[in-house]
């Protein structure tokens, strides 16, 4: 009874192409909104806020990035782990460089220059395509990953880049020393905007062209879409959500990295949740970053929680195996991701008490 | 199918004389190809073709599997290359195109085996077919606002037309993958029309259809050729529609030019009969 679109009629274009078309789905927004961005900065402890919330933020970013490239223009790759690196290395760079820049500004600029990166590597992409186009990203990620664990120009000659101390607004929002209050508020601000053009973008004309070259390639170069820059902007704007994603994981999680740290285990991790969140679904990238951050979380803290005395070699075992297990469960469920069954359960809900 | 249901509303000049076949007169060409040869290493898809399809009319292209008909819808629309001839084009003779630029030029197809977008909705594939009308960039899609918002709701408009005209008004918003085969035809021709095309071509628009759904699709392909003044060429293999429709009727048999003609010349041409009609034994 509570999920039921009956009665709520539609009588202009504007408010069916709305962004949520039903009532329910925008009060579900809004709590969730308010709960983001209030209930929990005013509740959370600070391990809650930076260990969970500020790593779950900026890889929900990746996974949409990722999401737009794999999930609605079908091009697999393995490179995001890469994007990000060039994302982290240029903020950076720009934060060093140029001291009294903004610090948004220095994530945009960090973000386009790994868009402009992505472009180059997304080249190949008019020629090969499904797994072979996951190799030659690849490519990407071990070329970029060695570029700057080579030549220390990028980390200024030392082993790590560091999260330089900037304030927005007269708070200290980045660096060791900046409160994990506002490091939050920056990385939902980032989020939040930037997962609403994601969605603007995939339901607009941009969006069907992409979903068009995933679906039917041949049919929709017929139509007029031109394959290259559309495979192009789908590589840069991926790019660009992943090296936005990389500096704040560098400026607002980790404070000082190695560059190693941005490894092909990255790129799976953030591929991994775009395939347990569901491809093609913005939604699903907010779902699977949650799944592949919190479970471990969560399972590393469930014997304490149960009052198990069991050692920590052996918790750290069976949470990897409970993981695997989840992650196999899930994809025999539910091959097309989270989003998907929540999709079902919305459909449930709308017959729900009646069985049809 | 009987030819009663698909008789032709004839123009109103022609009106007193109602038959299924009343010729119509066209004179202006839309596209004339000459001479086409297209081959595939050394297998020869087409040889020497060489018709024209006039403004406005309804144009059949008839033949026996693999006798060339979808390469030569695929020559029209620059998917392929042929090696020898000429395709002129509203005036404008080339030998290369790309895809995209038949786009441009008004050139929208339909596909034997369907070729929808599978996981869009009705009307997103649809909406698709606007995308060379659409200017504005991405960073105002992005905002989803102001002139992006507009130009989407002016398509979403025209779009809304073409899926009144095509009554499937109720699928709507259902991904395409889920509908029956005979809608999604329906919906690939709307994509096509989404185009606002001057030639229209289909490939096999009625392959496995039943007799009500091939009705339909007659009527749609009619009421487009009359109400929006679209050329239509068509590959079809049900020869009672052909014969019905069709203004005029071209005949390939491997790769060659049979007939060309009304439909009645090439029902009384003997070679078309021995390649392709047969004769009936009652």
Redesign the interface.
Known sequence: MLYREAGQFKTNYVADQAIFPIRQDRIGMAIVLLFAWVIIPAFGTDYFLEIIMINFLFFSLAAIGLNILTGYTGLISLGTGGFMAVGAVASYKLAVIFPDLNIILVFLLSGLIAAAVGIVFGLPSLRIKGFYLAVATLAAQFFLDWLFLRFDWFTNSSTAIEGVPKTLFGFLVTGPDASPFAKYYVALGFVTVFALIAKNLVRSAIGRAWMAIRDMDIAAEIIGIRPLPTKLLAFAISAFYSGVAGSLMLFLFYDSAEPDLFDINLSFKVLFMVIIGGLGSILGSFMGAAFIVMIPILLTLAPDLLGLPISSDLAKHLEFMIFGALIIFFLIVEPNGLARLWQITKEKLRLWPFPY | MTAATLERSAPPAQSEAPTPNARRNFSEELLKVEDISLSFGGVKALTNISFDIRKHEIRAIIGPNGAGKSSMLNVI?G?YHPQVGTITYKGQARSQM???E???TGI??T?QNI??????STL?NI??????K?R?N?LW????WGP??KE??EH??KV?AIIDFLEIQAIRKTPVGRLPYGLQKRVELG?ALA?DPELLLLDEPMAGMNVEEKEDMCRFILDVNDEFGTTIALIEHDMGVVMDISDRVVVLDYGRLLADGTPDEVRANQQVIDAYLGVSHD
């Open positions: 629309n998917f790309r895809p995209h038949a786009a441009k929208a197809r596909f070729a929808l977008f599978k996981g869009m997103d909406m698709t077919g606007r995308l060379l659409m504005r991405f899609q992005a905002l989803y992006a918002l989407e709701l979403r408009e809304e994509r185009m």
